[in-house]
Antibody, heavy 115, light 107 residues
Framework: EVQLVESGGGLVQPGRSMKLSCAAS????????MAWVRQAPTKGLEWVAT????????YYRDSVKGRFTISRDNAKSTLYLQMNSLRSEDTATYYC????????WGQGTLVTVSS | DIQMTQSPSFLSASVGDRVTINCKAS??????LNWYQQKLGEAPKRLIY???NLQTGIPSRFSGSGSGTDYTLTISSLQPEDFATYFC?????????FGAGTKLELK
């Protein structure tokens, strides 16, 4: 059974950093691109970043470029999202999802950016 | 980015009703359209992929149709466990973009 389990969310002050993790199991992690998608409170979903199966290619939405870094450790079957210079508008539940059809999602981790 | 316009935003219905939810893309997405169900505090669950393919384990009362820019999710006979939020996703063009969601409530 495919499982994606996010962790690392919480309350953080504006301008500070936070790193999210997503532990994957039930499939060969190193064969798939992965993505982060977020959902602000009472808002719709928006794609944040994607990383290729081997980590060689990364893509970001414009509003997080230069602040967020997506990475992965295939030996640990874990996806990461390093978030720097956080803003109030980054407040959201962050989901990791398997790329190529977005078939599987984690339960999400809530990031609240507030002073 | 492709814009996805989902309607309605809210839908009030009764057990046994037939309901439809629509998504309209800002350009042709070649049937690369998925439907998801999301319940509070849970991970989104894919119901339908590529317009009309039922995900394994999803009841046959869920179906999808459409082409070009217009797509529909139909639930043929609502069950109590179907009251949730539904959203669409296009993955024809990068990045994938989502509809704003439809909250299906018990009348």
């Amino acid at each position: 059974e495919v499982q994606l389990v996010e962790s690392g969310g919480g309350l953080v002050q504006p301008g500070r950093s936070m790193k999210l993790s997503c532990a994957a199991s039930g499939f060969t992690f190193s064969n798939y691109g992965m993505a982060w998608v977020r959902q602000a409170p009472t808002k719709g979903l928006e794609w944040v970043a994607t990383i290729s199966y081997d980590g060689s290619s990364t893509y970001y939405r414009d509003s997080v470029k230069g602040r967020f870094t997506i990475s992965r450790d295939n030996a640990k079957s874990t996806l990461y999202l390093q978030m720097n210079s956080l803003r109030s508008e980054d407040t959201a539940t962050y989901y990791c999802t398997r790329d190529g059809g977005f078939a599987y999602w984690g339960q999400g981790t809530l990031v609240t950016v507030s002073s | 980015d492709i814009q996805m316009t989902q309607s309605p935003s809210f839908l009030s219905a009764s057990v046994g009703d037939r309901v439809t939810i629509n998504c309209k893309a800002s350009q042709n997405i070649n049937k690369y359209l998925n439907w998801y169900q999301q319940k509070l505090g849970e991970a989104p669950k894919r119901l339908i992929y590529n317009t009309n393919n039922l995900q394994t384990g999803i009841p046959s009362r869920f179906s999808g149709s459409g082409s070009g820019t217009d797509y529909t999710l139909t639930i043929s006979s609502l069950q109590p466990e179907d009251f949730a939020t539904y959203f669409c996703l296009q993955h024809n063009s990068f990045p994938g973009t989502f509809g704003a969601g439809t909250k299906l409530e018990l009348k």
